[in-house]
């Protein structure tokens, strides 16, 4: 299990140089006008996804052990291909209600959202199904496939066709999820001829019901993360989106920590039924995870202002206030993603919604208050609050359903006797 938190540790790290590559060739190349640009862009692709992972989204990990591929592909597949016809039904609709839709939707880039919302719902099934068959190294290697593909595209588009418009990531984006959609396919396909078939009424129904609890939640959590820059749309220009959007992307960048634990536990949990060893499990993770990101971002809070105006350019000198604000929600990110594997794990996905929906009345309250007066400072701060409230609320289910106390997230000597043990198997 620790080799594949170091594997996919390792890829997330390796996403986190590409990104940081990506980072500095968009704020020095692109500018923070069209870096924002490309950040509502990207937004609007998470928020459409949405629709999709009803049924074909992260929910595939809990079934892909308990269902045959033929089923969920055909399920998914369906859904996809019927959520994005209404999709595009629906931006043809508000084509006719052109200052609203470029407020949500950059203008000149509606079909090409559309189109990387449709690829990237491919490649996503193919993640999830092998993360669900704890084919984790399969998992990472095609995530390293598309983020290495999506660096090496932007690179020949900016300097070989120097594209200098938030199209160069959004064209490279494309480009990853294609490539590593098709070798998904690759080694998906061939085990659809060893599997019998079953009826696909009940599936539909289960994971219409799994779902429902889950992509609500992460609707609802969606809205906590990026809520804030809408209305930053309103109240302030794109150059503040994009200095707001380049310290989101340095400070979530530190959340590989959490995400690379977060889906080796739920990877696990979703395959035992011992609450035992889940509930153990999660604390060891969650210690691992907060220590982690807490080191990260002490580091990169140490940074002086020069360093991130060398870094991306004169532009973005606001951009450490932003980072700084945000680092105390990003540790309390941390343990809030531990526990949110740990109730998708055990089957318990409302409990993640029950706290994201706590987190939006804190973002809605925060936000209305402190952007239209501090600006991109008050988004930062708005995060933090969200962020805080979604680990408290969490922690307090986690602490009656298992017992668990807070003292129990000190590292003891059975934490450190873990993971020397687990350091001497993998080497």
């Not at 991306?312 to 700084?324: N, Q, T």
């Not at 945000?326 to 594997?341: C, D, E, K, W, Y």
């Not at 307090?396 to 450190?416: A, C, M, N, Y």
Request: glycine share 6%; net charge positive.
């Amino acid at each position: 299990m620790f080799k594949k938190i170091l594997g996919t540790g390792a890829a997330r790290a390796v996403n986190v140089l590409t990104q940081l590559a990506t980072l500095i060739m968009g704020t020095k190349c692109l500018g923070a006008a069209e870096w924002g640009k490309a950040f509502i862009a990207q937004t609007d692709i998470t928020f459409l996804l949405i629709g999709i992972e009803l049924i074909a989204g992260s929910g595939l990990v809990y079934f892909a052990p308990r269902k045959k591929l033929a089923t969920l592909m055909k399920i998914s597949y369906g859904w996809i291909g019927v959520v994005m016809l209404f999709y595009a039904l629906l931006f043809s609709a508000l084509h006719f209600f052109p200052v609203f839709f470029h407020t949500i939707v950059p203008e000149g880039y509606a079909w090409l959202v559309l189109l990387m919302t449709f690829v990237y719902s491919l490649h996503e099934f193919n993640l999830n199904h092998f993360l669900g068959k704890e084919k984790v190294s399969t998992y990472n290697w095609l995530f390293i496939i598309q983020i290495l593909t999506q660096v090496t595209m932007m690179t020949v588009l900016i300097f070989a066709l120097d594209l200098r418009t938030a199209k160069a990531l959004l064209y490279s984006q494309l480009s990853g999820y294609s490539l590593a959609t098709l070798i998904g396919w690759i080694l998906l396909f061939p085990t659809l001829k060893r599997e019998s078939r079953e009826p696909l009424k009940d599936s539909l129904k289960e994971m219409l019901h799994y779902g429902a609890f889950m992509q609500l939640s992460t609707l609802v959590s969606t809205l906590n993360k990026r809520l804030s820059l809408y209305l930053l749309n309103i109240h302030c220009d794109e150059r503040s989106i994009g200095v707001y959007a380049s310290g989101t992307q340095v400070t979530e960048g530190v959340n590989i920590v959490s995400q690379s634990i977060g889906l080796v536990e739920f990877s696990a949990l979703s395959n035992t039924e011992n609450k035992q060893r889940a509930s153990q499990l999660t604390l060891r993770f969650m210690k691992l995870s907060v220590l982690l990101t807490f080191t990260a971002m002490l580091v990169i809070c140490l940074l002086p202002s020069t360093f991130f105006e060398w870094l991306f350019s004169g532009e973005f000198a606001d951009v450490r206030p932003v980072i700084l604000l945000m680092a105390p929600g990003i540790v309390f990110f941390s343990a809030h993603t531990v526990l949110s594997n740990y109730f998708s794990g055990m089957g318990k996905p409302k409990y993640n919604l029950f706290a994201s929906l706590i987190g939006l009345s804190v973002t809605l309250i925060s936000a209305f208050i402190l952007i239209s007066t501090l600006g991109i400072l008050g988004a930062a701060i708005t995060t933090t609050l969200t962020y805080t409230a979604l680990f408290v609320y969490q922690w307090i289910v986690f602490h009656k359903q298992t017992g668990s106390r807070l003292v129990q997230l000190i590292p003891d000597k059975e934490d450190w006797g873990w993971v020397k043990t687990t350091m001497k198997s993998l080497f």
